[in-house]
């Protein structure tokens, strides 16, 4: 097998497509958030809070311990977002999923009623 035929297989197998596809979603999607965090979350928390650029402000003998300060806050704030965003996910998917189970049990009791009504007909 040709080496260039092995790297066909490769990339075109669902995994290495399903991988890139959530890298280009997840960079898109982490320039939301980042957005989200930058132009709405901090100016609110500013305004209840007084100045929150800790990244300008905070030094000490040229040790930037505000930068430090700020992309932790950023971290968090950037995680629960992210919990938020894929719990709401998780919970629409629940419902589409309970539903299919649903159906699934109501036609597999139908099927197993007409399968008791013919042994019983015997």
Do not use: C, H
């Not at 399903?18 to 982490?30: E, N, Q, S």
């Not at 003998?61 to 965003?85: C, N, P, T």
């Amino acid at each position: 097998m040709s080496l260039l035929k092995e790297f066909k297989e490769f990339a075109i197998k669902g995994n290495v497509l399903d991988l890139a596809v959530a890298v280009v979603i997840g960079a898109a999607f982490g320039k939301i958030v980042s957005s989200l965090v930058a132009d709405v979350i901090m100016p609110i928390i500013g305004l209840i809070f007084g100045d929150t650029d800790f990244a300008s402000n905070w030094a000490y003998k040229g040790i930037k311990y505000g930068v430090f300060i700020q992309s932790i806050v950023d971290f968090l704030i950037v995680a629960a977002a992210i919990f938020l965003f894929v719990k709401l996910i998780n919970k629409l998917t629940r419902k589409s999923d309970v539903e299919e189970v649903e159906e699934a049990v109501e036609e597999n009791t139908v099927l197993l009623t007409e399968i008791r009504d013919l042994l019983r007909s015997k």
